[in-house]
């Protein structure tokens, strides 16, 4: 299947469950922006000489990774049962979700210091960091199916990484594609957040939440596309 065809389908997946989506993923998709203004808030009062970082700050990042655990727990079981023909409830989506918190979590430990590591490793050698940098994005593409294959495929953190890294080498290019939409998504999101912050907190608040909605279109591209990939007969 063509990109072009993932991405339509996609849309329209997008436009038809508006509202489940949002009743979905709204309500945590608040939370995690409320936690992430209040962290950049208090980060912005930090002595660079002498930086303190407190239970409370610790307390809000291990919030932060719940929430967001939690949320693509939520948002990818909710893919997977309306591609079986289900109409699940959000709460009842959200209940069952929980269960997939602990290894959707530590995944996505796993994973992201695995996609850290090159652009760390080569900032300590000057303008090397570019190099790290591509590294770090194609390993980001490579593993992008991680979720999937805790929620869908029921495997464990480190068989899950495994499998991503497997599945996504034919489509590593259409991947990329998937992931460079945000990009533009995060220049408009910076624009709209600036606009909200000059009106205050509250929309501030509301104009995050909504990109970060509109941003997880991104996430059932991937899911598409994965289960195109999954099942070659659809291509």
């Not at 930090?46 to 990774?65: R, S, T, Y």
């Not at 090159?118 to 000057?126: D, E």
């Amino acid at each position: 299947m063509s990109l072009s065809a993932i991405l339509t389908e996609a849309y329209n997946f997008f436009r038809n469950h508006l509202a489940q989506l949002a009743m979905l993923t709204v309500p945590l998709l608040l939370v995690q922006v409320g936690i992430q203004l209040w962290l950049g808030a208090e980060m912005s009062k930090v002595d660079l000489e002498n930086p303190q970082f407190g239970a409370p700050h610790m307390l809000a990042m291990m919030l932060l990774l719940l929430t967001f655990s939690l949320l693509i727990a939520a948002l990818t079981l909710f893919l997977e049962l309306r591609s079986q023909g289900h109409h699940p409830a959000p709460g009842l989506v959200l209940k069952a979700s929980l269960p997939f918190v602990p290894p959707l979590l530590l995944a996505g430990v796993f994973s992201g210091l695995a996609i850290l590591a090159p652009v760390m490793l080569f900032a300590a050698f000057g303008p090397l960091w570019l190099v790290g940098l591509v590294i770090s994005f194609y390993l980001f593409a490579r593993l992008a199916y991680v979720n999937f294959m805790v929620v869908v495929e029921r495997l464990t953190p480190l068989e899950a990484i495994k499998a991503s890294f497997r599945f996504s080498g034919p489509i590593v290019l259409k991947t990329i594609a998937l992931l460079m939409l945000y990009l533009p998504l995060s220049v408009i999101g910076s624009q709209l957040s600036a606009l909200g912050a000059a009106g205050g907190l509250p929309l501030q608040m509301l104009a995050d939440t909504l990109m970060s909605f509109i941003g997880l279109f991104v996430n059932l591209a991937l899911f598409r596309l994965y289960m195109v990939a999954k099942q070659p007969n659809l291509e």
